[in-house]
Every structure is written in structure tokens, then in C-alpha cells.
């Protein structure tokens, strides 16, 4: 038992130590929707936040300077599609989709 409490303050420890303070994102995440509809933009967004996908969003790029990720769902937490920094990714329409912000 001593040994297993050693192991998971270690953990713990090197999780902490590793640990970097967040950052909001420098740039936009860019949401393109139809050729009617303005395109919709969440600029410098926060880690770990997590948007809710328009119903008619077709293409997200990422603009930032982070990592974003699409996620099946409106809650993002399912682990999702990693889009990197200048890239873009087809966004199903839908509105059950969501994305976050590394």
C-alpha cells in the first residue's frame, strides 16, 4: 500500500512539475457556413473552451497559434480531431459538433 501511495505522489508530482500555465490562443478560429451567411469568428479564444459548431458550419480553419479540435458532440469531450495552427478541417453540418481550443 506504501508503495502504490509513492508511485501516485510521483505521478502526481511529475504532472504538476510538467505543468504550463494556459494561454489564450493568438488568432482566429474561422468558421465558414454557406455562400449566404457571413463566416463566424472566435477571436483569441481561451484554452480549454469549448464552441458550439453552427448548425450550417461547413469548413473550420484554425488561424491561431494552437492546436484546435473537433469534437462529435456539443460538450468536447470526446477526444475529436486535432487541427493544427494554418490548417482547416470539414466541419459536418449539423450543429452536433463542437470545438476546443488547446
Known amino acids: ?33 454557406t455562400e449566404f451567411e457571413d463566416l463566424e469568428r472566435y477571436t483569441d479564444p481561451a ?3 469549448c464552441h458550439q459548431l453552427p448548425a450550417t458550419a461547413h469548413v473550420l480553419f484554425n488561424m491561431t497559434d494552437s492546436e484546435v479540435r473537433i469534437h462529435p458532440g456539443t460538450t468536447c469531450l470526446t477526444r475529436g480531431v486535432l487541427v493544427v ?18
Open 47 to 49: 484554452p480549454g473552451s
Open 1 to 33: 500500500m506504501k508503495a502504490l501511495s509513492t508511485v501516485a505522489a510521483l505521478v502526481l508530482g511529475g504532472v504538476l512539475m510538467g505543468a504550463v500555465p494556459a494561454h489564450a490562443a493568438t488568432g482566429e478560429v474561422v468558421v465558414f457556413k
Open 85 to 102: 495552427p494554418d490548417r482547416g478541417w470539414h466541419a459536418p453540418p449539423s450543429g452536433l459538433f463542437s470545438f476546443s481550443v488547446a
